[in-house]
């Protein structure tokens, strides 16, 4: 399949359906009224044509009901079609519940990919049928823009900030992965593949990558080299508290000291770490340094990964100083939902 042109690409995620219905529909739909439009202007030139040199035209009697007619159902077949790409637009860019999070960092000129489970690769994504998968984007240098046609999904990979979109493949097979926005000189080159698997095959597959540690068991090791835990520290009171505790943050609100709350979704981590004092969380001082140019793009992933994974204080121990962590495997583990592996609970993108 990826070696013809095909005229039309594979349809291979559950997106695939909807987005080429209503752009089937809507060229149907346009057509119609060119050729509609088209056809009467010849229609009535011809009908309505001056036959005499001293004929002199005069106001034709036009029915209110074919003014009203004719500006109603355009409306409505506007609207119909706004209302219908608008839910298709906004189903894009809300990953389910159980989604399991991928990060995909462009650069100069590669994608870089990081499984969940800690393997790396370049060029190449392997995710397994059925699974709802949320692409994180980042980009080091300029704009790039994560592309699979076959999954009828595009999304803008922005320097300095995180987007997502999200996919479920519905076919096993190989397909194109693309950067969509001229990056540069090799922009062209900056193509790669999307192995779409049984979820048998990418646990073999998972299994017999260098076994790396998990996003959640690097970033609490960074957690610990660079020194976060000695202020970040869970239960300590008096001089001992340098820094709020992270401990259940991540997808909660939070109170800034001028008064306004946000809540602590990708991005407002990213920014606390780059740069700290830009929100100050209500009742600390601005005393951390930041820690830009101290940590790569994919090292911030998974220190986001480790705060994303603490739950409350008390509550059961994050599942991911070690090992593979659970519901991040098959597409028929509905336990994904409750692991802190996932989307945190109505993270806004
Ligand atoms: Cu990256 Cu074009």
New binding site residues.
């Given amino acids: 399949m990826r070696s013809s042109f095909p005229l039309f690409p594979d349809s291979a995620s559950t997106h695939a359906g909807t987005v080429d219905a209503i752009f089937i529909i809507w060229s149907l739909v346009s057509i119609f009224f060119t050729a509609l439009i088209a056809g009467l202007i010849v229609y009535f030139m011809a009908r309505y044509r001056r036959r005499h040199s001293e004929e002199v035209g005069a106001n034709e009697e036009v029915s209110v009901w074919l003014e009203i007619a004719w500006s109603v159902i355009p409306l409505a077949i506007c609207l119909a079609m706004f209302v219908w790409g608008t839910r298709s637009f906004f189903d894009l860019y809300r990953p389910p519940a159980d989604a399991v999070e991928y990060t995909a960092i462009?650069r100069q000129?590669m994608w870089k990919i990081q499984h969940p489970e800690g393997q790396r690769e370049i060029d190449t994504l392997h995710v397994p049928v059925g699974q709802s998968i949320k692409m994180k984007l980042a980009s080091e240098d300029v704009i790039?823009s994560f592309y699979i046609p076959a999954f009828r999904i595009k999304q803008d990979a922005v320097p300095g900030r995180y987007t997502s979109i999200w996919f479920r493949a519905s076919k096993p097979g190989v397909y194109h992965l693309f950067?969509a926005?001229?990056?540069g000189a090799e922009?062209s080159r900056?193509i790669g593949s999307v192995i779409v698997m049984e979820p048998r095959d990418y646990q073999n597959w998972l299994a017999g990558g260098s076994a790396g540690k998990s996003m959640v068991a690097s970033g609490g090791d960074l957690f610990q080299s660079l020194a976060c835990v000695t202020c970040h520290r869970a239960g300590a009171t008096g001089r001992l508290a340098r820094g709020p505790a992270l401990e259940g943050v991540f997808g909660s609100p939070v109170k800034l000291v001028d008064g306004r709350t946000v809540i602590a979704d990708d991005n407002y981590v990213r920014e606390s770490i780059l740069n700290p004092t830009a929100k100050v969380v209500a009742g600390w001082d601005p005393v951390m340094p930041t820690f830009q140019g101290q940590v790569t793009e994919e090292q911030l992933s998974q220190l986001i990964a480790y705060v994303r994974s603490l739950g409350p204080i008390g509550s059961a121990p994050a599942g991911g100083t070690g090992g593979t962590p659970a519901g991040t495997t098959t597409a028929d583990s509905p336990s994904a939902a409750t692991t802190p592996q996932t989307a945190g609970p109505g993270a806004p993108q």
């Fill in positions: 462009g000129w790039h950067c926005e001229y990056c922009h900056m």
